[in-house]
């Protein structure tokens, strides 16, 4: 193992960006699970593919709600993967760094458990929560490499 | 702090980065102020949460611009923070870091603004020039690892 | 060249990683084709811009086709990025490293191609084969940092 990793701030960042990537992979085999179960695709060849005859003229709910909750995962744990690695590189005391990396994880994972079951106000406590450590992180990494 | 980012091309990135991500997060920001403000939301529990009571029927145009200005960031500085990352690695001369990061983050800037304001040609420039300092990032970079 | 990059695990992903971005670029310039070829823009500063002067009132197949293959490319490229690096950081064995990655980006780029030729059981291939890659980093380097 590299050295980078033998350090338990960035072993912690790593644990927790690769337990949210899995948490996307689930959210992806959902979107394709309510588009089979639904029988909407997004293109002809897809419809032929699966032999469903009758092209959906309207987008599924589930299958909208499913793509909704991931396109969220996008702007929020992709842009997290660069900010917790370079704030783990600032070397940071590491019940902090424990703090900010598993309760961004834990709010995120709590905000798709909300956006998949429609319950508010949880997913929007759930996202703020993930959004403010995050901009604890950006700021405070932004302060060591100034 | 870790020695990669004692090093003055990494911390360059670093900080462009950074810079970039809370860029971002302001979109975000706007673009939850233009549902609120338009009473325009993605979800029946949101239009409950908020509530609105009149469910609109046509998608609002500020929310859509600041989705769209979002979507095109996802597109282009999610990638360039591998390519970045990795361009530093390289270690390659100062200026040279400089100018592609500074460029790359101030053009992404500039598109944003255009993107909002309904500027053109000038978001398509600011796109343009971006889009070309990443390809040299992308083909400098794949040259030293090859 | 920083010692990171002197790995050949760590050069292997950042060369595939890289190959991956120069393949969303050129999806990227193919939707912006799709969209001047057709005529269907984004916003109404596009049309003015393009001198288009009648509104497409239905997205053009084409253009959707792109932009959905993009989007596609950001819910697995962009995860793999931080996945892969730090699955190199584990030090693996550098016969396995290399058929992870070089596998992925093999299977992206037969998915883009798939997808935008509408080729169909050969997209769901693709796109299995790069996933089921991908579940294989997660779990073996979150084995490695437990």
Known sequence: ????????????????????????????????????????????????????????????????RARRALQNDLENILPFFGVGLIYALTEPSLLFARIYFAGFALA??????????GMQPHRTIAFAVAQILLVLMVVTTLWKVL
Chains 1, 2, 3 share one sequence.
């Open 1 to 64: 193992m590299h050295s980078l990793l033998a350090q338990p701030a960035m072993r912690s960042f790593a644990f927790w960006y690769l337990i949210l990537v899995a948490k996307m992979l689930v959210v992806v085999v959902m979107t394709s699970l309510a588009r089979i179960r639904s029988g909407t695709f997004a293109t002809p060849e897809d419809y032929k593919f699966q032999g469903v005859e009758k092209v959906a003229t309207e987008p599924n709910p589930d299958v909208e």
């Open 108 to 117: 995120r994972i709590a905000h798709t458990i909300a956006y998949l079951r």
